[in-house]
């Protein structure tokens, strides 16, 4: 069956740097895009980006700009999720998603099927 | 990429229907057939109901039904159980290959 297993949870620092880790397993890994979602205590769901498998194109919110990273391991079937420059409001819980069939031209990560269960990264000094 | 706006709560009785709204612009939910919508239980992760505006995955009970007019989007949950008490989220393609979610709606069941 369809896992993705996340790395566990992180202490970090104010200004210090993030990597969260999605190993995906029971289906094909560069045909499905991967989805980085967020989720602050006790708010809504932020999306930060997403990253086709099978070419390593990237897409981020612009809220991201620059200080995320997102990387494809095709020998591993495991994607990263880097996060720069953190800061206190980065505190949330960060989800990866399998989505759509992004390998096949035009389809794009718009359904958000099977989620990794989630990453709790607390920043604080 | 502005959130979509959801209300932030609704609420009804056992058997009951609630609809919840999702307002976006003719850039994000006005724009594309390409909107979802997800239910989340506390502590757990998000779980699809409605994809592409109206159309639920194998599984989902047909009392979860959705629709799309103009830049609004709306989930309908008919015949309210307990189980359906959760957070709902309505998610959009905004286009330039990015998306938004909505601010997110409480779900009381009464």
């Known amino acids: 069956q369809v896992q993705l297993v996340q790395s566990g949870a992180e202490v970090k620092k104010p200004g210090a740097s993030l990597r969260v880790s999605c190993k995906t397993s029971?289906?094909?890994?560069?045909?499905?895009?991967i989805t980085w979602v967020r989720q602050a205590p006790g708010e809504g769901l932020a999306w930060m980006g997403w990253i086709s498998t099978h070419d390593g194109k990237t897409t981020y919110a612009e809220n991201f700009q620059g200080r995320v990273t997102m990387t494809a391991d095709t020998s591993t079937g495991t994607v990263h999720m880097d996060l720069r420059s953190l800061r206190s409001d980065d505190t949330a819980i960060y989800y990866c998603?399998?989505?759509?069939?992004?390998?096949?031209?035009?389809?794009?990560?718009?359904?958000?099927?099977?989620w990794g269960q989630g990453t709790l990264v607390t920043v604080s000094s | 990429q502005s959130a979509l706006t959801q209300p932030p709560s609704a609420s009804g009785s056992p058997g009951q229907s609630v609809t919840i709204s999702c307002t976006g612009t003719?850039?994000?939910?006005?724009?594309?057939?390409?909107v979802s919508w997800y239910q989340q239980h506390p502590g757990k992760a998000p779980k699809v109901l409605i994809f592409?505006?109206?159309k639920r995955p194998s599984g989902v009970p047909a009392r979860f039904s959705a629709s799309k007019s103009d830049n609004t989007a709306s989930l309908t949950v008919s015949g309210l159980q307990a189980e359906d008490e959760a957070d709902y989220y309505c998610?959009?393609?905004?286009?330039?290959?990015?998306?938004?979610f909505g601010t997110g709606t409480k779900v009381t069941v009464l």
């Open positions: 592409e505006v109206n």
């Open positions: 998610f959009s393609y905004a286009g330039t290959k990015t998306f938004v």
């Open positions: 998603v399998r989505g759509e069939m992004t390998v096949i031209p035009g389809v794009l990560p718009h359904k958000l099927v099977d």
């Open positions: 003719n850039n994000d939910v006005g724009a594309y057939n390409y």
């Open positions: 029971g289906y094909p890994f560069s045909v499905y895009g």
